[in-house]
């Protein structure tokens, strides 16, 4: 199934179930009022919502109304939890290339990961608010998945029990502030700012074939300013599936319901299927002519994200956000 | 005022007042179900709160029941955000010489922040769960505020006016994991399991003139196995106070409410104050003959974090575990 979080004026919005072809939605309050409320009670309150989908689906539910994706906040809003794993390692392997920098081998074996902010996480078409360009705005398209409950000690196999829903990225990124901040040896923190995702979270059941092997076998497409500058394929490269990101975050403490784990950036070792960040564009230009050309965004710029199945029907609906100077400034 | 959760089997418990001894508490469900909940419409629900703080206090309120840290769990069980800085760059500095490196000047003027996880918080008196003691099991006894919606960009004293609460923290770290952890220059992740936080988060009148320039002016009590082993004063060496490092936080990004922003390990530079970590111990030991002879925590060790008014009496309740091994293994 598919749900969302209506804008209500409230920090949590308002649960939906939205139709397979997100044309339709229903208000999901007598199952749940927050998607949120629904991951804590998930055995119970799931079956009720697919009742509802079904219903939706079928043109039989009761007072159904058009889906918009800028009326929605982000399917949670804001979580308890916002893992960001490395699960594409080319890229990283990328990024230390340019730099003339050795990545350790472990790096294939053993995951990076990031804890991120939670609190305010961006609607689909939010725009994306930043202080200066000179932070060096950057989009980072991926795949994520929610989790429910999930105990310290987690094996791959029990964790991939632990996926509940999926949703796509927009894990904007400061690339300007990140060498400072990384230096100073304790990872992200101001060069992360708030995260966007997708208008729908789905099911896994949603992908068929598609969700195999803990992963999305399936490409996204990442438009800037109108222009699609990458087709990755999620499910080509991705060296830790989601079963194992999530394993990895459980090593020493559990995971509890409603937390959110990334894939980071999705990129593929083939160079043709272009870029999900623009640091990646910009080291593949350093490792080339040693230098980079391509600008980070501008205020202004659009940024659209979306992922297709194997018909041409959006899975997710889009990411489709402006960059914008903060309103005081 | 002080408030509590009281674990009714819910994540979030249920919010409960506590009286300024400590001795009886009142459900406080008729103001709010959860300390969430307050945070999230605090100039609606604070007043109410606060008349049910007074009446109780005053032994008028309807249903008193008598308070038990044990049925405490953290204030806010699960939260959207724990920031912890690093205000007290005395412990960075003793750690960082320990280990033969120059701390970079930059770090006495621009905070150290690490992202931690929030989703499953300890409370009071439970135990510390861990796989193994061999990651290197210490206590770090912290003061942690609790913010209100904090905007991006907000200046030191706009952030200030965004503390709502403080609370004691025991910022649990697995000092082995660390150094591996720290290489792959992502920060921490699994070397840092679940926090734990005092039985009650006081509003900051509580603390009369011990609050001022945005930080707590009396001294932790740290026992450990039930030596006390530290008296660092809260307000001393303190180079961030919590109004800046709210700032820092919110730099990029906006800070929601019920956000958890942490000072780090107490430390002073006076080393007859003890110390709030046994890192820090091992520390002073290796800087004066070249090895560390204090190991770290072991199976059934206890920890004890508390802060005493002038008078003697406890402000937050006490910080009380053990350490124990997963019933699992």
């Known amino acids: 199934m598919k749900l969302a979080s209506f804008r209500d004026g409230s920090r949590d919005g308002q649960l939906i179930v939205v139709s397979r072809d997100l044309r339709t939605a229903h208000f999901a309050t007598d199952a749940a009022p927050t998607l949120q409320r629904a991951l804590d009670d998930w055995n119970f309150i799931a079956p009720q919502l697919q009742d509802l989908y079904d219903a939706l689906n079928a043109g039989r539910a009761a007072r159904p109304f058009e889906f918009s994706p800028a009326q929605c906040a982000a399917p949670l809003p804001r979580a308890y939890q916002w893992a960001d794993g490395s699960a594409y390692v080319n890229h990283v392997e990328l990024v230390r290339k340019a730099r003339r920098a050795e990545m350790p081998e472990t790096f294939w074996t053993d995951p990076l990961m990031y804890q991120g902010g939670s609190d305010d996480f961006l609607g689909p078409t939010d725009d994306i608010v930043c202080g200066s360009e000179a932070f060096g705005i950057d989009f980072e398209a ?188």
Chains 1, 2 share one sequence.
């Open 142 to 329: 991926e795949v994520a998945v929610v989790t429910g409950d999930v105990p310290m000690g987690a094996t791959p196999a029990e964790a991939a029990d632990g996926i509940r829903l999926l949703m796509l990225a927009n894990d904007v990124s400061l690339r300007n502030l990140i060498p400072n901040e990384l230096a100073k040896g304790f990872g992200f923190f101001q060069s992360k700012p708030a995260t966007a995702f997708s208008p729908v979270a789905i099911t896994p059941d949603e992908l068929g074939p598609a969700w195999r092997d803990g992963m999305v076998h399936l490409p996204l497409v990442i438009t800037w300013n109108g222009q699609v500058v990458g087709r990755p394929h999620a499910g080509t490269d991705m060296v830790f599936n989601f079963p194992r990101l999530i394993s990895h975050l459980c090593k020493t403490r559990n995971c509890r319901a409603g937390s959110i784990v990334g894939s980071g950036t999705v990129s593929n070792k083939d160079a043709g299927a272009g870029y999900a960040c623009i640091a990646e564009k910009r080291c593949l230009e350093t490792i080339a002519t040693g230098s980079a050309s391509t600008g980070f965004m501008k205020f202004g710029d659009t940024i659209h994200i979306e992922m297709l199945d194997e018909s041409g029907a959006s899975l997710f609906g889009a990411i489709d956000q402006a960059v914008a100077i903060p309103t005081s400034v």
